[in-house]
Nanobody, 121 residues
Framework: QVQVVESGGGLVQAGGSLRLSCAAS????????MSWHRQAPGKQRELVAV???????NVADSVKGRFTVSRDNAKNTVYLQMNSLKPEDTAVYYC???????????????WGQGIQVTVSS
């Protein structure tokens, strides 16, 4: 089985910073794309940032220039550095990992449990 655990959320004032971490453990052969998503109350879940195995990144226009995604392949961990936070960034943040458990195995999507980020004005 694969476990995905997020950490680093909390309450911060507008203009502040937070760093989210998402670590995978268990039976893992490789992890391809890793991504962060968020869901605000009453809204659909949206993609915030994605990073490929090779380190290519893409972030949503709403967070461009403020959020940075990175990964540590040796630790099976993906990070989301969030700077200049705004109240509209308030949401539950989820990481999603595409995992292979063996070289011949299928690519499976795993989600973290979600972590709350609240930005006060």
């Amino acid at each position: 089985q694969v476990q995905v655990v997020e950490s680093g959320g909390g309450l911060v004032q507008a203009g502040g910073s937070l760093r989210l971490s998402c670590a995978a453990s268990g039976i893992i052969f490789s992890i391809s794309a890793m991504s962060w998503h968020r869901q605000a109350p009453g809204k659909q879940r949206e993609l915030v940032a994605v990073i490929t195995t090779g380190g290519t990144t893409n972030v949503a226009d709403s967070v461009k220039g403020r959020f940075t995604v990175s990964r540590d392949n040796a630790k099976n961990t993906v990070y989301l550095q969030m700077n200049s936070l705004k109240p509209e960034d308030t949401a539950v943040y989820y990481c999603q990992l595409n995992v292979k458990k063996s070289s011949a195995g299928a690519l499976l999507a795993y989600w973290g449990q979600g972590i709350q980020v609240t930005v006060s004005s």
